[in-house]
């Protein structure tokens, strides 16, 4: 079991930086495909007809959505990336407060390194936004390994 653990981990790290090697016009068109889906579950929710969109946003409305869809994506890779990390520390026999630590530490290391490989990315910028957003998601999802271990199955 250790194994797989071990390997998810090692695959999430190098999905996030396929993702991240993206040039910024690819990964701003795959959002926008997110964010035109979304809107168009809404609209027939509502049962409005469904308008042909373009790939990417045209309006200041459209762009405001799409970052917010973008940051949040951010922050789910790095939710996981600490779940992750979090059973792979749980696998090797680590836990309290010295796995916290490594945890965070992990994640926020590589949300900085990831960063830090945007810069060269052509379109893609390096902010200390994104990787409080990164770190911001890490935290979610330790908290939400370490609530779903102590508080459900070690009960069962």
């Not at 530490?105 to 490989?117: K, N, T």
Request: net charge positive; proline share 2%.
């Amino acid at each position: 079991m250790k194994k797989y653990v071990v390997l998810l981990c090692i695959l999430w790290l190098g999905f996030i930086f396929y993702n991240s090697s993206k040039t910024g016009v690819e990964s701003n068109a795959k959002s926008f495909t997110i964010t035109n889906m979304l809107r168009a579950e809404v609209r027939k929710e509502r049962g409005e007809s469904s308008m042909k969109y373009t790939p990417l946003p045209s309006n200041a409305k459209e762009e405001s959505f799409n970052l917010f869809i973008r940051k949040n994506a951010h922050a789910f890779e790095y939710c996981v990336l600490a779940i992750l990390a979090c059973g792979v520390l749980f696998s090797l026999n680590l836990k309290g407060k010295n796995a916290v630590i490594y945890i965070l530490f992990i994640c926020l290391l590589y949300a900085v390194l990831d960063e830090f490989h945007q810069i060269y990315v052509p379109g893609r910028t390096s902010s200390v936004r994104d990787v409080l957003i990164d770190f911001a998601g890490s935290i979610l999802g330790m908290l939400a390994f370490y609530f779903t271990y102590y508080k459900i199955l070690r009960k069962k």
